[in-house]
């Protein structure tokens, strides 16, 4: 099945150029009830990859949600050149359905060269292969989290800490969550499709910290979330179809909002990509 939900996120990516700045993207087989954020986001970064020199590599994505989206439907991409230069470029995504807009991108690329060089340290966590897989942590939990065992699952992931079903389920509190990511399978030779694969994957467990944060979780209690707005800092080259460490955190919750933030480290320990959410996240206790 993961093989099957890996090729089916390699075609949902492939969106299909309509005009020299218009894309159609469709959805995969299994979907949540409103258009994923992560697809909507990864597809809109790879039409505004396509209308750039091909060596011009990303340097942002910022995107806000202004309405779900239906899964039965088609996305329409539409691409605006806002500037281009010979070392960077500019673009705004609209993303349509019909007449409604559902979010709007904003996507730069710059090629700076070498400079000054630093970055945070990757935390010290077990090795992705020593740990269990998603499979395994779900065992059990089938009737608490079901909208997670039957999501589709392209990207292969490994917790070094207990999920927040689990964690509910020992009573206890997390303020950060961190969790080893890779395809499923071995990507294209593609810098667009792997920035793309982690564009994606930046939208899952990005918000668990705030709620593990209360010692709460998905399923367990009455939570209601939905992304406002996502930013994704490239800071280097990423190989997806290896291991990279999701490291968050949440630095804030007020207003009925709640900010998650956090990195992607390659194996060396090296930031390649920096991520910021905010979302609407209510807790309606029982």
């Not at 806000?64 to 500037?83: C, M, Q, S, T, Y």
């Not at 909208?147 to 303020?175: Q, S």
Request: charged share 25%; proline share 6%; glycine share 8%.
């Amino acid at each position: 099945m993961t093989t099957a939900d890996f090729e089916e996120l390699l075609k949902v990516l492939d969106v299909a150029r309509v005009d020299d700045d218009t894309f159609t993207g469709g959805h995969p087989s299994r979907n949540p009830v409103r258009t994923f954020g992560g697809q909507m986001m990864a597809q809109a970064f790879v039409a505004a990859s396509h209308t750039v020199p091909p060596k011009l590599p990303p340097t942002t994505i910022t995107t806000h949600f202004i309405a779900g989206g239906d899964p039965e439907r088609d996305l329409e991409f539409k691409v605006v050149r806002l500037r281009d230069e010979r070392r960077f470029a500019n673009r705004r995504v609209d993303v349509m359905q019909g007449d409604t807009l559902l979010a709007t991108a904003l996507v730069s690329h710059l090629a700076g060269g070498r400079s000054l060089e630093h970055g945070v340290k990757a935390p010290a966590v077990p090795d992705p292969l020593s740990l269990p897989t998603i499979d395994d942590l779900l065992k059990g939990y089938e009737e608490t989290v079901p909208l997670f065992v039957e999501a589709l699952k392209p990207i292969e992931w490994r917790y070094t800490n207990d999920p927040a079903w689990v964690m509910r389920d020992k009573g206890g509190k997390l303020d950060h969550n961190r969790v080893w990511l890779k395809t499923m399978g071995a990507m294209p030779d593609d810098q667009v499709l792997h920035a793309a694969a982690l564009v994606y994957s930046s939208d899952t467990t990005l918000l668990d910290s705030i709620i593990t944060t209360h010692g709460l979780s998905w399923g367990h209690d009455r939570i209601f979330a939905v992304s406002m707005n996502h930013t994704v800092w490239f800071h280097r080259p990423i190989k997806f179809d290896d291991w990279v460490l999701y490291s968050t955190t949440s630095p804030v919750a007020a207003d009925s909002r709640g900010l998650a933030s956090g990195h992607f480290f390659d194996r060396a320990g090296q930031v390649l990509a920096t991520v910021t959410q905010e979302g609407i996240v209510k807790h309606f206790p029982g």
